[in-house]
């Protein structure tokens, strides 16, 4: 991959004495978040809710925000954006500044041209003198070669995903196009929601009562965490922290091992309910919820884990995950 003739600047002074050819790289900032929509319509051709980036890359409560670089052409048009987002890890007895590797884009006019490349690299570097010791992420398969090669991420494991059908033929996805039928659908759902649902923003991480390292959610990160439409229910004695979006998507669980057949039971009945036909959820292997959900259901494979140390000398193959570590939950 080529660089395409892009001029990295320093941050903060990343567009003085640039030449009309070339690119033009600037740190994420609140000048220019709404650049990141521009650049997400320009690929996608739909967007996002309104203020979604906005709220994603505001990670004051770790000291640290707005870990991203966007690269510009000579129309000062955005081309191309890559962005980690930072976070706390609990490690036994260690509490580490860390950052999810998140939103990677570019325009298909400039792709193949590096820019991928230099914009992860440059963020690396920043990440380091904001003192960050290591970086994760989930990357899809398209970008898992990138990551591996280029940019020497090393693999923990591939995590699992198990579909567990509720019997539903779901037209969900058809009504969600509809937008009177789709506030409808809503509100049917949130009213069979309505005896389940707790007044709280998540739940605590289950791979840390496993003994394994991972995100530190307190009340700070849960705060933080609602860029996406999440809700916690009690099914039973069972806290679940969940998402009604292209199906009844669990993020994580907080549910005794004696309990786990009637809870599930029920959160079977409750997606019918809600007229889903699936129920996912995603998690590292070795877990108490790995070990529950593989003994149950069948599993496929789901995201891929992702490091890049950046100095924390920590083994990080102890670092579990669950759905709702991931930046799209």
Excluded at 35 to 47: E, F, G, P
Excluded at 132 to 137: E, L, N, P, R, T
Excluded at 161 to 173: D, K, L, V
Excluded at 177 to 186: D, I
Aim: include cysteine.
């Amino acid at each position: 991959m080529g660089d395409a003739g892009c001029n990295a600047q320093q941050p903060g002074n990343m567009s003085d004495g640039v030449e009309k050819s070339e690119l033009v790289i600037e740190r994420l900032s609140k000048a220019n978040l709404a650049d990141l929509d521009k650049l997400y319509y320009s690929i996608y051709r739909k967007s996002q809710p309104s203020g979604y980036f906005a709220k994603k890359y505001d990670t004051a409560y770790t000291g640290v925000e707005y870990l991203g670089f966007i690269a510009y052409n000579e129309k000062h048009e955005p081309i191309a954006f890559y962005g980690v987002i930072p976070c706390f890890i609990r490690y036994g007895e260690q509490l580490l500044l860390a950052a999810q590797s998140a939103d990677n884009m570019t325009n298909p006019k400039y792709q193949f041209k590096g820019l991928f490349i230099k914009l992860a690299n440059i963020t690396f570097d920043w990440c380091k003198e904001e003192g960050v010791s290591f970086i994760f992420g989930f990357p899809h398969q398209n970008a898992l070669h990138g990551f591996l090669v280029k940019l020497r991420w090393h693999i923990t494991e591939t995590m699992s995903c198990y579909i567990i059908p509720t019997g539903m033929i779901s037209g969900e996805q058809i009504i969600r196009r509809l937008p009177f039928f789709a506030k409808l659908y809503k509100n049917y759902q949130q009213q069979v929601l309505k005896s389940y649902l707790l007044p709280q923003k998540g739940i605590e991480n289950s791979v840390l009562k496993d003994g394994f390292g991972g995100v530190n959610r307190n009340a700070h990160y849960l705060n933080y965490k609602t860029y996406h439409d999440t809700q916690v229910i009690r099914v039973r004695e069972a806290l679940l922290w969940i998402q009604i979006k292209n199906g009844f998507i669990i993020g994580d669980i907080n549910c005794c091992d004696e309990d786990f057949d009637e809870t599930m039971n029920e959160v079977r009945k409750l997606a019918f309910k809600l007229g889903l036909s699936e129920i996912h959820f995603h998690t590292s292997h070795q877990t108490k919820l790995s070990d529950l959900f593989s003994d149950r259901y069948n599993a496929t494979s789901s995201f891929h884990v992702l490091f890049k140390d950046l100095g924390s000398n920590i083994a990080l193959d102890k670092i579990k995950f669950t759905y709702a570590d991931v930046d799209t939950f």
